[in-house]
């Protein structure tokens, strides 16, 4: 079992910066690869990020490429998500997700609100 929980969310205004972070309990988080998923208002969750277990590999969704880095610390059992030049439209509660390599993500956040204002 794992258990995750996300802070850093917040209000900021458009062209700022966030990190998110996302909490890991368990012995076993570094044999996961994580993700980050955001959802909006209406709309449906959507895959934002994610970094294998090694930190070897990292993947973006093309809208936020350039902007945000995925990065993790196995050792600390924590993942984050570093947001800049954030645009009104990564208005979302942001998930963070852990799930073994090649399969689908099977354990997940509660979510933190990130808003961004014009």
């Known amino acids: 079992q794992v258990q995750l929980v996300e802070s850093g969310g917040g209000l900021v205004q458009a062209g700022g910066s966030l990190r998110l972070s996302c909490a890991a309990s368990g012995r076993t988080f570094s044999s996961y690869d994580m993700g980050w998923f955001r959802q909006a208002p209406g709309k449906e969750r959507e895959f934002v990020a994610a970094i294998s277990w090694s930190s070897i590999d990292t993947y973006y969704r093309d809208s936020v490429k350039g902007r945000f880095t995925i990065s993790r610390v196995n050792a600390k059992n924590t993942v984050f998500l570093q947001m800049n030049s954030l645009k009104p439209e990564d208005t979302a509660v942001y998930y963070c997700?852990?799930?073994?390599?090649?399969?689908?993500?099977?354990?997940w956040g509660q979510g933190t609100q990130v808003t961004v204002s014009s």
């Open positions: 997700a852990a799930g073994v390599s090649g399969a689908e993500y099977e354990y």
